[in-house]
């Protein structure tokens, strides 16, 4: 039996649009894609898409990180995610643009935002603790700055009170005072000066 969609012209046409426009929409709406770092600039990472769109070339595009002003990743060039497309513009909660968004519809890779993900060959210290790290360590702190702790290789500092603590190979110091040999200014009862190997009661 003869195809009747094909003997109707018309109909055939109006099937022919229907795809075209469904694969337009397609292409123009963000793609989820694999993705690698090749550039970080502060809270935004320029990405490369690991994927094979031949014959089509996909450009390598700078998006914001999908993270909070409160916890930040140290991002590192060469670190693995995929793209999160948006309905709408990003731009105006990205600092990219200004504005605020309306419902039209953006071209394709304009409205995405990086997720890193994990790999099989970086596990987990410990399945059941919480793990946080960076090539410079971590910083923990209080917006004011008032009061931090850092944790690097080179020990572990506190600030806080107008106080800094440092703790190292070295031992406790306290504000550029090693606790191990510091110097009281009275010895109890005697009234000079002494040094001890720790403090006095």
């Known amino acids: 039996m003869a195809n009747n969609s094909a003997k109707l012209w018309i109909q055939q046409s109006l ?3 229907a795809i075209q426009r469904a694969q337009q929409a397609i292409r123009s709406t963000g793609r989820a894609l694999p993705c690698s770092v090749v550039a970080v ?3 935004l990472v320029t990405v490369k898409f690991e994927v094979d769109s031949a014959p089509w070339t996909l ?3 700078t998006i914001p990180k999908a993270e909070s002003q409160w916890v930040r990743m140290p991002t590192q060039v ?3 995610g995929v793209t999160i497309p948006g309905d709408v513009s990003l731009a105006g909660v990205s600092g990219m643009g200004s504005g605020i968004a309306n419902m039209g519809r953006r071209g394709n890779l304009a409205t995405l935002v990086f997720l890193p993900l994990s790999n099989k060959n970086s596990p987990p210290i410990d399945q059941d603790a919480a793990q946080i790290e960076g ?3 971590a910083i923990i702190r209080t917006s004011s700055g008032s009061a931090s702790l850092t944790v690097n290789d080179d020990g572990i500092t506190m600030s806080f009170g107008g106080k800094t603590v440092l703790l190292n190979g070295s031992g406790l110091t306290i504000d550029g005072v090693l606790f191990d040999t510091h110097t009281h200014l009275y010895a ?3 009234g000079t000066p002494t040094e001890t190997g720790g403090p006095q009661s």
């Open 15 to 17: 099937n022919d649009t």
């Open 41 to 43: 600039q502060g809270a």
């Open 59 to 61: 450009p390598q595009i």
């Open 78 to 80: 060469g670190d693995l």
């Open 135 to 137: 090539p410079n360590g």
């Open 188 to 190: 109890p009862g005697t």
